[in-house]
């Protein structure tokens, strides 16, 4: 006899059905599985096995068959042990007459212990969409994630707690069985998003002086820019990159499903399971691997991570230089394939990255202060190549802030100063989402090329000041463009209609090269 059930795969941060058929026939005693299984999948006969007899149920000694289909595709992940062991059961007619018809238009996805506990797994959040999108009547998930399944809105989510409980409701009819009938699993609702963040504890308020950095800082916010902030240790670099989330506004109901699609892919959703509703912030040490920030077949890496949000990379030119490289296509394109002799996945990858760096190696350059050789300088910022520090919309001078600046009453910043900025990115935000509705991007720095003219128009004064600006500060065609999108980001944040001459020449103020060349000329 063949039984099927429905169960998921991931295939980067989204599910595909997969078709879980089992075969029982009179034989020798043998378990085969077939339709490119991982290693995982094909253990999952001795967990099934106990599984199946621990609760008091009998594993048929006979030749039993499983085909997961589509056979053209790798199954990978503990997933198929709870579909794989009911429709054993439902082969060998344990399941009843009410269990065996309610299976097929079941999603069933989990990992099993040997004693039937049904344990949770990653992608909760993306099966549920992909039952949705096949029609399916009702999910059965591991209990821990049922409430994470719930936030799709699509079929039903039945919370799994153990193979003996899910064999009872199945038995009783399984999404039919009535209200009041005994050990019936009750779907799970979603809960609401993730209540509003308190006030940022690090506070924009609490970065003394900088003033020319939290300029920058909120052009960042406001138009979705890159940023590289470019000083001396102590200077408050990394200070001011940790207070960027506190006034990026929050993320849309589409977004925030996106990247809680992600973090569910992962296994990453904070407890409890709601949609994350606001910006990503990831900030990996510099020890980081190239696999570790762009991902593999089989997992998102912190650029993927960071969708929608910020990647912070401290100590820029620590980073290995074959990472850094690599970030350079999907920070044009905004997401990321990783392709392998086993195959190929796209990632999402649309983010703000943010980066620090010292000028040298002992940070001091080009001041009195500086130890390092000319060459050591030059050595030192060559790890950046000239077209990933291209792709930094916005790049800061930070200097190290005076000890008047420090405690004199100019270099105060008022108290809960975030929510001020916050509330003047989230006006600008809205403009550009009005000015780019149908163009397939919500925020400035994602303006494609072809429309940069129609949206970022000059008048001829600016025109001309752009036109010196290329020639004397070497602006490449991607600086060109950089430029007039932090233009029109600046205009956004004064609530004008156009980019005038002022909004133009504070825009160029952000680029400038890197000190290397300047390294021999040092006093």
């Not at 990978?76 to 007619?93: E, I, S, Y």
């Not at 009872?168 to 009819?173: I, P, T």
């Not at 973090?263 to 994350?276: F, I, Q, T």
């Not at 202060?369 to 930094?392: K, N």
Request: charged letters at 25%; a positive charge; hydrophobic letters at 40%.
């Amino acid at each position: 006899m063949v039984a099927r059930v429905v169960s998921f795969a991931l295939r980067g941060v989204d599910a595909y059905p997969v078709l879980v058929e089992v075969d029982v026939q009179n034989g020798l005693p043998s378990f085969d599985v077939v339709g490119l299984p991982d290693p995982a999948v094909r253990e999952a006969r001795e967990r099934v096995r106990a599984a199946i007899r621990n609760v008091g149920c009998e594993f048929p000694l006979r030749r039993i068959t499983v085909n997961l289909a589509p056979a053209d595709l790798r199954k990978a992940g503990p997933g198929f042990d709870l579909p794989l062991a009911l429709a054993v059961l439902a082969a060998t007619g344990q399941l009843g007459e009410k269990g065996s018809g309610v299976l097929p238009g079941l999603g069933v996805t989990g990992e099993l212990s040997l004693d039937g506990q049904v344990r949770p797994v990653p992608g909760a959040l993306a099966a549920a969409e992909a039952a949705r999108a096949c029609g399916l009547r009702a999910l059965l998930v591991p209990a821990p994630d049922a409430a994470e399944a719930a936030l799709a809105g699509g079929p039903p989510v039945f919370p799994a707690p153990d193979l003996s409980a899910v064999l009872r409701w199945l038995r009783h009819g399984g999404p039919d069985a009535p209200p009041g009938a005994e050990a019936v699993l009750r779907p799970v609702t979603a809960a609401g998003p993730c209540p509003d963040d308190p006030p940022a504890v690090e506070d924009l308020g609490d970065v003394q002086g900088q003033e020319a950095g939290k300029r920058a800082l909120e052009i960042a916010a406001a138009g979705g820019h890159n940023l590289l902030l470019v000083g001396p240790p102590g200077a408050g670099k990394s200070m001011l990159a940790r207070r960027l989330p506190g006034i990026l506004p929050p993320l849309s109901r589409e977004e925030a499903l996106e990247v809680t699609r992600i973090y569910s892919a992962a296994g990453l959703v904070p407890a409890p399971a709601r949609l994350m509703t606001r910006p990503p912030y990831r900030a990996p040490h510099h020890s980081a691997s190239r696999a570790a920030l762009v991902g593999s077949l089989h997992r998102p890496g912190e650029l993927t991570l960071a969708h929608r949000g910020v990647l912070f990379l401290d100590e820029l030119p620590e980073f290995p230089r074959d990472a850094l490289e690599a970030l350079r296509q999907p920070l044009e394109e905004g997401r990321i394939t990783i392709a392998r002799t086993g195959g190929s996945v796209t990632y999402p990858a649309d983010v703000m990255l943010v980066a620090a760096a010292n000028p040298s190696p002992c940070g001091q350059f080009p001041g009195a202060g500086c130890t390092c050789a000319p060459a050591q300088v030059e050595r030192y910022l060559s790890r950046l190549s000239g077209p990933l520090v291209d792709r930094f919309d916005l790049q800061v001078r930070v200097a190290r802030v005076s000890y008047r600046e420090l405690t004199g009453a100019a270099g105060r910043s008022p108290a809960r100063q975030s929510e001020r900025v916050r509330a003047r990115v989230e006006e600008a935000r809205e403009r550009q989402r009005r000015r780019l509705a149908g163009h397939g991007c919500t925020c400035n720095a994602r303006i494609p090329p072809r429309l940069l003219r129609h949206l970022c128009r000059l008048p001829p004064e600016a025109e001309q000041l752009l036109a010196r600006a290329f020639d004397s500060l070497g602006l490449t065609l991607r600086g060109h463009d950089r430029v007039l999108r932090v233009a029109r980001t600046i205009a956004d944040l004064e609530g004008s209609r156009d980019i005038r001459t002022e909004h133009l020449a504070e825009a160029l103020q952000y680029r400038f090269p890197l000190p290397a060349e300047a390294a021999g000329a040092r006093p």
